[in-house]
């Protein structure tokens, strides 16, 4: 069972950056894509970004374009999260994914354990 890890979650003011890292321990997750969700309390999981496999393509959901991106490195088996002009709104358990290029999170059969993001006001 392939499980992936995340970290770099923490507490951050409004405004301020924060990158989360997602690793993959083994390669088979190199020929899919790789995409972060999140899931605030008494919400459903929401889609925030995805890249390709080999990090040709990416899209993000409108409430963050702009000021989150999605680089991967295969070399080094990561995914990042680099998040920046944070809200409160952004707020959320944040999740690590992958499988086909998709913005369902049905679509996705690795997944992370998570890690919380707070964004204070």
């Known amino acids: 069972q392939v499980q992936l890890e995340e970290s770099g979650g923490g507490l951050v003011q409004a405004g301020g950056s924060l990158i989360l890292s997602c690793v993959a321990p083994?390669?088979?997750?190199?020929?899919?894509?790789m995409a972060w969700f999140r899931q605030a309390p008494g919400k459903e999981r929401e889609f925030v970004a995805v890249v390709s496999w080999n990090g040709a393509r990416a899209d993000y959901a409108d409430s963050v374009k702009g000021r989150f991106t999605v680089p991967r490195d295969n070399a080094k088996n990561t995914v990042a999260l680099q998040m920046k002009s944070l809200k409160p709104e952004d707020t959320a358990v944040y999740y690590c994914?992958?499988?086909?290029?998709?913005?369902?999170?049905?679509?996705?059969?690795?997944w992370g354990r998570g890690t919380q993001v707070t964004v204070s006001s």
């Open positions: 994914a992958g499988g086909p290029y998709s913005t369902d999170y049905g679509e996705y059969g690795y």
């Open positions: 083994e390669r088979t997750v190199h020929n899919y894509a």
